[in-house]
């Protein structure tokens, strides 16, 4: 069992920045990929970026690339998603997730959700 605390959500400027964490406790952390998933009002949950246990492995979606940055301390158990020029099309509860194996994109391979943790971006 795997649980995930997000952090670090709020309300900012178009353009501005946010850090946000995901704390695990249960099982070894450094075994697990995470990722981060974002659901917008009215729209599915969707992918954001993913990172290997390792951390030497990322990928990103489209929408995202060059702007979001996912990293992790395995040693603390934390995956971090740096958000930069944040848009107002960024504005969507975000997900930290967990999986055993390797990376993926897809929401249903991912075992273990955190709550959520808002992010307003204004125009």
């Known amino acids: 069992q795997v649980q995930l605390v997000e952090s670090g959500g709020g309300l900012v400027q178009a353009g501005g920045s946010l850090r946000l964490s995901c704390a695990a406790s249960?099982?070894?952390?450094?075994?697990?990929?995470m990722g981060w998933f974002r659901q917008a009002p009215g729209k599915e949950r969707e992918f954001v970026a993913t990172?290997?246990?390792?951390?030497?492995?990322?990928y990103y979606a489209d929408s995202v690339k060059g702007r979001f940055t996912i990293s992790r301390v395995n040693a603390q158990k934390t995956v971090y998603l740096q958000m930069s020029s944040l848009k107002p099309e960024d504005t969507a509860v975000y997900y930290c997730?967990?999986?055993?194996?390797?990376?993926?994109?897809?929401?249903?391979?991912?075992?273990?959700w955190g709550q959520g943790t808002q992010v307003t971006v204004s125009s």
């Open positions: 997730a967990a999986r055993q194996g390797i990376v993926s994109v897809r929401l249903s391979e991912y075992n273990y």
């Open positions: 249960g099982q070894t952390f450094s075994r697990i990929a």
């Open positions: 990172i290997s246990w390792s951390g030497t492995g990322t």
